[in-house]
């Protein structure tokens, strides 16, 4: 058994960084924009291998009849991505097969679900500064920063307007009215990017959103959210219907091996607002923080199942650090941020230097030693 070496190419998304993946991995600089590299067996972007018996792990998992229930991503985001949640299973075995039925092309534009699958995922920031949108916070909360801003604003009409919406009819039907693309949503979006611009420490993110998407809609549903900035080693937990939205920083994100996305905003991409409506969790959320669990020395995982959300989420982000002696459960996916690794399995060593990325066939005990960050995904 061994591992074996895996690459991708680098998607370049428009939110992404110029050269930030090659900067997040330690590869030589480059000017252009890096916004993801998925690491797994997703149709739409397998990884490759120079295995004479598989050359991707799409092939892999026809193969071996085993399917990663996992998607790895090295993740660096200059401006916000859209406001988004993932369906839950059931729903998205349903979605695709009703949009398989009704003869829309998985490439199209108004198409919702590309795959019949979930897409739990989770995220760790790898540099501080990583900042999201994540969840709804308390209701109270968003009360507050309403009310401040209304309290500068030119015109505060809309803004208490929208402020005794939430308290009178709550979440739902708040969230409803953002994205139902009428005149008063507009207005109440020119009077947060005025209050904005009369104080800019009320809501930061006003003005993340503004400037990468103009008096967009999507502005008032983000002020509904926690919007949170983490630290090196600081992670996210987003399970099915948790709206979200990444703005800005780079991180290893984990997920299930899914394409579903359902918009809320802030994007030119397809928002399908009843869609969304039915995928959403309306919960108030103070820290969605998902707290690292030991598991040996020198390594700790992001482990979905410490939280009730999580609970039957297959896979888990092992972070290493040091010298450790491991049993992976299942096939893994290796990556190294920082430093270098050596890793022994069957009596053999292989180095894992900094920015190079692996996949391991099957369950084995291997011991680890070296220093720096090295980032395993595996099942659970």
């Excluded at 369950?363 to 090295?374: K, Q, V």
Aim: glycine share 8%; charged share 20%.
């Amino acid at each position: 058994m061994r591992l074996i070496p895996i690459e991708n190419d680098v998607q370049p998304y428009a939110w992404g960084i110029p050269g930030g993946v090659s900067r997040a991995l330690g590869w030589p600089d480059t000017a252009d924009v890096q916004a993801e590299l998925w690491l797994g067996a997703h149709p739409s972007l397998p990884s490759r291998t120079p295995d004479a018996e598989f050359a991707t792990l799409e092939e892999w998992e026809k193969q071996s009849g085993t399917t990663l229930p996992y998607l790895l991503k090295v993740l660096t985001a200059s401006k916000p991505l859209s406001l988004q949640a993932h369906p839950n299973p059931a729903q998205a075995a349903e979605g695709y097969a009703r949009e398989e039925a009704a003869g829309i092309e998985r490439s199209a534009f108004n198409r919702n679900y590309k795959d019949p699958y979930a897409k739990p995922e989770l995220i760790v920031a790898l540099t501080d500064g990583f900042q999201a949108l994540c969840g709804f916070r308390p209701i109270t909360q968003t009360t507050d920063v309403l009310s401040r801003l209304a309290g500068v604003a030119v015109v505060p009409k809309p803004i208490l307007a929208f402020l005794d919406r939430l308290t009178a009819e709550g979440l739902r039907e708040t969230v409803a009215f953002t994205l139902s693309r009428t005149p008063e949503v507009q207005a109440l979006v020119e009077a947060l990017i005025a209050a904005h611009e009369a104080d800019a420490t009320i809501a930061p993110v006003i003005g993340y959103a503004h400037e990468a998407f103009p008096n967009d809609d999507g502005i008032a549903f983000a002020l509904l959210l926690n919007h949170i900035t983490l630290q090196r080693g600081e992670s996210l937990w987003l399970p099915a219907g948790n709206v979200h939205a990444y703005l800005q920083g780079s991180g290893m994100e984990l997920m299930g091996p899914s394409d579903n996305v359902l918009r809320g905003g802030l994007t030119p991409k397809h928002v399908d607002e009843a869609e969304l409506m039915k995928t959403l969790v309306f919960e108030e959320s103070e820290d969605p923080r998902l707290e690292p669990v030991v598991v040996a020395d020198n390594v700790v995982s992001y482990r979905p199942a410490t939280v009730p959300s999580g609970d039957g989420v297959p896979f888990e982000m092992w972070e290493v650090t040091g010298d450790a002696d491991v049993s992976l459960p299942s096939a893994a996916i290796f990556v190294v941020t920082d430093g270098e690794f050596s890793v022994t399995l069957d009596g053999s060593a292989q180095l894992l230097a900094r920015g190079t990325t692996h996949f391991l066939p099957s369950a084995t005990d291997l011991a680890i030693t070296g220093s720096g960050r090295l980032w395993i995904a595996t099942a659970q």
